[in-house]
């Protein structure tokens, strides 16, 4: 982990992430997101948070998981990959 805490909170980084996901909604729909996942990666450094989306009321869909790099200094989203998993 880090020597320090990151400048940027977790709660924040996520936060990041969840308004870059609703700021593409037209692109992807952004329904039922749910936080999966988030790590501190030193070597870059960033959070990478991964969020998940699905249709909301359909049993069974199958969800995609995003993973969002967020920089710590200034709180931007740098990426938005997919997950495999």
Known sequence: MAEGPAPLSLEQAVKAALDRAQAFQHLMPASNVRLE???Y?????AWLVTLSFGELGLM????S???FEIDPGNGNVRS?????L
């Open 60 to 63: 069974g869909t199958p969800r």
């Open 41 to 45: 990666d030193d070597e870059q450094p």
């Open 65 to 67: 998981y995003k993973v």
């Open 80 to 84: 938005m990959k997919i997950r495999e």
């Open 37 to 39: 996942e988030f790590e």
